[in-house]
């Protein structure tokens, strides 16, 4: 079966759908869930939902099992939180890890970003960490949404698909292909990440992307809408498959911490 390896539900308190609901919408599409649900460690006070009981919420999820649902964890990458992420995902027995950077350090790139804060989240900035991340630490199976500040760069803009929102992939070449280069030696599947696939700008910014992590070893990717809502599971996911049809890059998803190939799109 194919999955959409990225869904929040109700489990995470910006997730808008119950998970009943997001496994039916699902199963009408013809795919499978994994629920990713948010931890971030140091999640500032005005996002304390995104630190999730992860004991609690896989003991409450198992019953989705028999329902072919996985049930997996989003965790937040810092440098600040690398033990106690570690006692998070050994809390239960989850099928998928994605490490995702959503802050740096203590500074929520989301906050700062969405509010125009000063100093702004910068493009080098971001990149720079998530290079740390991805050479310091290892429990996670795949690295989500590359592309995350851009999502609220956009906001500064007219167009959500206007082309200074995106990180862009030549201008910051040397960054992502020592990002992607760790990722490849270490055989971390690169996320599709498909929310924002839409937009011309950003979809081949990502084929950029991709075609890199390809040339430096990287052979598997997961495709995942980050739905927080029915309507979004399975967003976009033509796009990602035709992208894939024309890179050498293998769709995966993760059961057991194991990683399974979809032989077919």
């Known amino acids: 079966m194919f999955f959409d390896t990225h869904i929040h539900s109700t489990a995470s308190t910006d997730g808008k759908m119950t998970a009943g609901d997001a496994i039916s919408t699902a199963r009408?599409?013809?795919?499978?869930?994994?629920?990713?649900?948010?931890?971030?460690?140091?999640?500032?006070?005005?996002?304390?939902?995104?630190r999730v009981?992860?004991?609690?919420?896989?003991?409450?999820?198992?019953?989705?099992r028999s329902e072919g649902a996985l049930i997996g964890i989003e965790i937040g990458l810092s440098h600040l939180c690398h033990i106690r992420n570690d006692a998070t995902v050994a809390k239960a027995d989850f099928d998928f890890v994605i490490g995702s950077v959503h802050q740096l350090g203590l500074?929520?790139?989301?906050?700062?970003?969405?509010?125009?804060?000063?100093?702004?989240?910068?493009?080098?900035?971001?990149l720079e960490y998530a290079l740390r991340m991805v050479t310091e630490y290892d429990n996670y199976d795949a690295l989500g949404h590359i592309d995350y500040p851009s999502r609220y760069y956009a906001l500064g803009y007219p167009s959500p698909d206007d082309a200074r929102a995106e990180?862009?992939?030549f201008e910051y070449r040397e960054l992502?292909?020592?990002?992607?280069?760790?990722?490849?030696?270490?055989?971390?599947?690169?996320?599709?990440?498909?929310?924002?696939?839409?937009?011309?700008?950003?979809?081949?910014?990502?084929?950029n992307i991709l075609k890199c992590y390809a040339s430096r070893g990287g052979r598997y990717v997961t495709i995942g809408s980050d739905a927080h809502r029915t309507e979004d599971i399975g967003k976009n996911f033509g796009i990602a498959r035709?992208?894939?049809?024309?890179?050498?890059?293998?769709?995966?998803?993760?059961?057991?911490?194991?990683l399974k190939i979809i032989s077919s799109l």
């Open 28 to 50: 009408s599409l013809g795919l499978g869930v994994i629920f990713t649900e948010h931890y971030d460690a140091d999640s500032p006070a005005a996002a304390p939902g995104f």
């Open 53 to 64: 009981d992860a004991e609690l919420y896989a003991r409450d999820y198992e019953k989705y």
């Open 107 to 126: 500074t929520d790139i989301y906050l700062n970003l969405a509010r125009f804060a000063s100093p702004p989240v910068g493009k080098t900035e971001y």
């Open 167 to 169: 990180i862009d992939y």
């Open 176 to 207: 992502y292909d020592e990002i992607l280069k760790t990722l490849a030696r270490k055989e971390k599947p690169l996320e599709i990440n498909t929310k924002r696939l839409c937009y011309k700008t950003s979809r081949d910014n990502y084929i």
């Open 242 to 258: 035709e992208i894939l049809d024309a890179l050498p890059l293998t769709p995966v998803y993760f059961e057991k911490r194991g």
